[in-house]
C-alpha cells in the first residue's frame, strides 16, 4: 500500500462549481499534513497547511479526518485558474511523503 | 530573492553517459532535497541533507545515483551510467527545517527534465 493515495483524475469541472478532493494516508504516526499545488510543467508550490481543527483560506477548506486516516481539500467558486495537479502531503518521522496529485480541469 | 536555482533546465544524453544535475538552494535554508517526478511514480524523494550532512538516502535508486552537497549553496546528483529508465524531472528544493508544522514549506527549483536515449 502506498504511503499517501489520491485519486488521480482528472476532475473536469465548470467555473463555480464546489470540488473535493480527499487523500488517504497510511502511517497512522503522521504528524503534518498539507496541500501542494503543481501547474503543468512547473514545479510544486505550497498551497495550505492543514490542521487539526480544519482551516479556511479563502475559497479553499482543507480538513483532517485523524480517526480515519484521510485529509481533504473543498475548493469553491472554481476559477479557471484553479486548473493544476494538487499534491497531497504527508510529514511522517522526517520526511515529506508527497501523493501522486489529482488533476483538476476547470472550464469556462 | 532568489529561489531554488537547478541547472541545466533540459538534458538529453545517451545511455551509459554521466549526468550532473546542479542545485543552489535559497540563502539561510539548511535542508536540500533531491526529488524525482514521473508519471507514474509521482514525485519520490531520493535524498535529503540538513545542514551540509545526508540524512536519508534510502529513496537513491541504487549506486548508479549518487549526491553531495559540498557547502551551504552548493549540490550536487549524478547519475553513472544513465539509462533511459532513468528519464525523469529532477527537483530540488530546500527549506529552513524539513518542511514540516513551524518549519518553512519545502520551495522548489524549476526542475530538470532529463531524457536517456
Known amino acids: 500500500r502506498k504511503e499517501v493515495e489520491q485519486d488521480p483524475g482528472p476532475f473536469n469541472v465548470p467555473e463555480g462549481a464546489t470540488v473535493a478532493f480527499n487523500c488517504t494516508y497510511s502511517?497512522?504516526?503522521?504528524?503534518?499534513f498539507f496541500w501542494y499545488r503543481q501547474d503543468c510543467r512547473k514545479e510544486p508550490k505550497l498551497l495550505m497547511s492543514?490542521?487539526?481543527s480544519g482551516n479556511e483560506d479563502g475559497r479553499f477548506t482543507a480538513q483532517l479526518n485523524r480517526a480515519s486516516q484521510y485529509i481533504s481539500l473543498l475548493i469553491r467558486d472554481s476559477k479557471l485558474s484553479d486548473s493544476a495537479t494538487y499534491l497531497c502531503v504527508v510529514k511522517g518521522f522526517q520526511k515529506l511523503v508527497f501523493g501522486t496529485g489529482t488533476r483538476l480541469l476547470v472550464s469556462p | 530573492d532568489a529561489g531554488v536555482i537547478q541547472s541545466p533546465r533540459h538534458e538529453v544524453t545517451e545511455m551509459g553517459q554521466e549526468v550532473t544535475l546542479r542545485c543552489k538552494p535559497i540563502?539561510?535554508?539548511?535542508?536540500l532535497f533531491w526529488y524525482r517526478q514521473t508519471m507514474m511514480r509521482g514525485l519520490e524523494l531520493l535524498i535529503y541533507?540538513?545542514?551540509?550532512?545526508?540524512?536519508?538516502d534510502s529513496g537513491m535508486p541504487e549506486d548508479r545515483f549518487s549526491a553531495k552537497m559540498p557547502n551551504a549553496s552548493f549540490s550536487t546528483l549524478k547519475i553513472q551510467p544513465s539509462e533511459p529508465r532513468d528519464s525523469a524531472v529532477y527537483f530540488c528544493?530546500?527549506?529552513?527545517?524539513?518542511?514540516?508544522?513551524?518549519?518553512?514549506?519545502?520551495?522548489f527549483g524549476n526542475g530538470t527534465r532529463l531524457t536517456v536515449t
Open positions: 540563502s539561510g535554508h539548511n535542508s
Open positions: 528544493a530546500s527549506s529552513h527545517g524539513l518542511g514540516g508544522l513551524g518549519d518553512s514549506p519545502l520551495h
Open positions: 541533507f540538513n545542514n551540509n550532512v545526508p540524512i536519508d
Open positions: 492543514v490542521y487539526s
Open positions: 502511517n497512522s504516526a503522521s504528524q503534518s
